[in-house]
């Protein structure tokens, strides 16, 4: 592990997905990933991410109660070509939370900082969920850093001042302390749900379509990453941004991913993103839910690439 001299060190560090000898090369269980953490010091905050390989600038953001392995499939498929980064944002993972109000602008204001601060232009930006919708923020405030944009089950349209969330929020107040008790319970316990496939269906039937299909090791790092304390002050922000009209801003081409089975943001709001982004299409998966890069992470990575492939046939073309 590299040891970051301006960077907190939680024992919680040491809790990343472990080696597994027996693993084939590309597979990401075959990474040791403490060789790859890195600190990195935004605006005052530590930031964590996950910084490996070399080439074309892939950036990873998560969603709400997300955390860098939400993107483990990603992150080892496109290491061997690629420069690759997963964050944990400030208040999820193991970034502590950030003094001040919470806002999805601000969130964007840190990424720009972070890509800034490693010297990051045109990178491929993938989010999912809040991180889509941060993402897509960044896309139109921060043009000039974004090459390609690609959107998993973005929140952004339907979440605003949803009416069902809204009505929520005073008893999800009321109950903060005891979801965050759960939430870290549920991490502490992550190998446990993960192995029994009763449990794991129980605990992430609402954001995967068939939680038994996951493999047990994935699901676990899943689970691992809950029991933050952002999850309040980053919903209210979800629920606060109004993305519509940031989307006509969006000048690089986009791609939006969506599975006809998310319970949490309803696939319809696919079409509403592709219609929004002057240069953008969609993709909608049949019976998967909130998680396209986990459920179908085969076909994800096949159509990310082939997204990504036409900067290269560009090149070519300009005789670049």
Not at 229 to 251: H, N, Q, T, V, Y
Request: with cysteine.
């Amino acid at each position: 592990m590299v040891a970051e001299p301006h960077g907190p060190e939680p024992a919680a560090l040491e809790d990343r997905p472990p080696v597994a000898p027996q693993a084939p090369p590309g597979d990401w269980r075959s990474i040791d990933w403490r060789e790859h953490q890195r600190w990195e010091i935004v605006g005052g905050r530590a930031v964590n991410t996950i910084q490996l390989g070399a080439g074309p600038p892939i950036v990873f953001v998560h969603g709400l109660s997300g955390s860098w392995p939400n993107w483990l499939e990603q992150l080892a498929s496109f290491a061997p070509d690629h420069r690759v980064l997963a964050l944990d944002l400030p208040g999820f993972g193991h970034s502590p939370g950030r003094a001040g109000d919470v806002s999805m602008h601000g969130y964007a204001e840190l990424l720009e900082q972070l890509l800034d601060s490693l010297g990051l232009t045109d990178v491929t930006l993938v989010g999912n969920s809040m991180g889509g919708l941060i993402s897509a923020e960044t896309a139109a405030s921060f043009p000039q850093r974004v090459r390609r944009l690609v959107l998993v089950s973005p929140a952004g349209l339907s979440t605003y001042r949803n009416r069902l969330t809204v009505r929520t929020l005073p008893a999800l107040r009321r109950f903060e302390q005891g979801l965050a008790l759960g939430a870290a319970w549920t991490a502490s316990h992550a190998d446990r749900i993960a192995s029994r496939p009763r449990l794991r269906d129980l605990v992430l039937k609402g954001v995967v379509a068939h939680p038994s299909r996951l493999p047990a090791p994935l699901a676990a790092e899943q689970l691992r990453g809950a029991g933050t304390d952002g999850f309040m002050e980053a919903l209210e922000a979800i629920l606060d941004f109004d993305l519509k009209p940031r989307l006509p801003l969006i000048s690089c081409p986009a791609l939006v991913v969506w599975g006809t089975k998310d319970r949490l943001i309803s696939w319809h709001d696919a079409a509403r993103f592709a219609e929004a982004i002057p240069d953008s299409r969609k993709v909608v998966y049949e019976d998967i839910g909130h998680m396209a890069m986990l459920e179908r992470p085969a076909e994800f990575n096949a159509l990310l690439r082939e997204f990504m492939a036409g900067d290269a046939r560009a090149r070519a073309a300009g005789g670049q």
